[in-house]
């Protein structure tokens, strides 16, 4: 079975972090093609993909990460790439995991989460206590464990990728993850390791975080009755 | 005391209004994240409907003579807040907007006489 993989890597002012994390993929992991979607980075995250001469989609105007990823996917679905990874430009995610993310890919599974809590606990902290609630919502309406909802670290499938580049209620957010379950897409974690962000800083802060929060916990208690029934068609 | 015509009145109108968010989010006209406010808002209407207390326990510590007209301020005093935030949002749309514009156009311009030699790693 043919698994064309196209790493997307969004890239928000991460001037800092960007070429380590991308000569990594180039020199260690050239089996998959990538792709870097600066998402209008004030900083001159674009200036050194160019020097660099990487594989750089620019956005002139900042979207979020919903927008940027759409971007990506929409760049897929034109050139017919199997599979998407959303993989993080500040150097938390490493690739060493793709390999067996792909494998489950193969298995016939829509979204392949490479998660940090598979085989490790999550621990017991204020930052985790989020993606508790969000694992037990899950667990509670659809049945399904996710143990690491918020894992930015995700595969999607061919037949999904349609979807994502034309639909814009379906993000890379764990209410996306749970409504597709809920249209009978088949979803799987990989245990991964992840690192702490070296430089550079995130775009979350606490009321941020919050908001996020809401949103998600509200698309998956209460919008999500009324969302429309998605047709997975099977592309093979 | 709140008069049971309002409270129906209150519980309809919250009911038509997240009828209509669904609806728009369905036809992905409204994403999750835009439609949050007014999700919420409902629910507040539906409740205060539901338990008058909380209005009339409200105006008399704000010294407001009516509940209902408790419920009038802060409901103006929401719509008000809405509505400068989305005219930020629209001016900032604006901005981007020309950006876009002026990008799109500078390159248009430029292509058409630039040729493409870059090699891609």
């Not at chain 1, 990823?69 to 790439?81: M, P």
């Not at chain 2, 709140?2 to 009828?19: C, D, N, Q, V, Y």
């Not at chain 2, 301020?73 to 719509?79: E, H, K, S």
């Not at chain 2, 514009?101 to 630039?114: G, M």
């Amino acid at each position: 079975m043919n698994n064309k993989l196209l790493i997307l890597i969004p890239a928000y002012n991460e001037s800092e972090n960007i070429v380590r994390v991308v000569d990594n993929l180039i020199n260690n992991y050239p089996q998959y093609d990538y792709v870097i979607i600066n998402d209008g980075s004030n900083d001159n995250t674009l200036k050194v993909c160019q020097e660099h001469n990487y594989n750089v989609i620019n956005q002139p105007i900042n979207l979020g990460l919903a927008g940027t990823f759409q971007t990506g996917a929409r760049y897929a679905l034109k050139n017919n790439y199997d599979a998407i990874l959303q993989f993080d430009a500040d150097g938390q995610h490493r690739p060493e995991y793709i390999e067996p993310m792909l494998n489950k890919l193969s298995e016939g599974y829509d979204i392949i989460i490479g998660s940090r809590f598979v085989e490790e606990k999550k621990p017991l902290s204020a930052r985790m206590a989020g993606s508790r609630l969000i694992t037990f919502l899950i667990k509670l309406l659809y049945r399904v464990e996710i143990k690491d909802p918020t894992s930015g670290m995700r595969i999607y499938s061919k037949r999904l990728i349609l979807i994502i580049a034309t639909n814009p209620n379906i993000t890379p957010e764990p209410d996306t993850v749970a409504y597709m379950i809920n249209n009978g897409a088949k979803v799987t974690e990989v245990q991964a390791k992840m690192d702490e962000r070296i430089a550079g800083q995130s775009y979350l802060t606490i009321t941020k975080s919050m908001l996020y929060m809401l949103t998600v916990c509200t698309s998956i208690l209460i919008l999500a009755w009324f969302r429309p029934k998605l047709k997975l068609e099977d592309s093979k | 005391m709140i008069s049971t015509l309002t409270r129906i009145l209150l519980i309809g109108s919250a009911f038509i209004g997240f009828l209509y968010v669904v609806t728009q989010i369905r036809n992905s006209n409204f994403t999750i994240r835009d439609s949050i406010f007014w999700v919420f808002f409902s629910i507040a209407l539906v409740i205060i409907a539901i338990f008058p207390i909380i209005p009339m326990r409200l105006a008399s510590f704000f010294k407001i003579e009516s509940p209902t007209n408790f419920i009038f301020i802060v409901i103006i005093a929401v719509m008000i807040v809405r509505i400068y935030r989305l005219s930020v949002a629209v001016s900032s749309l604006n901005t981007k907007i020309k950006e876009l514009t002026q990008t799109l156009a500078i390159q248009d311009y430029e292509t058409s006489s630039k040729s493409d030699s870059k090699k891609k790693r």
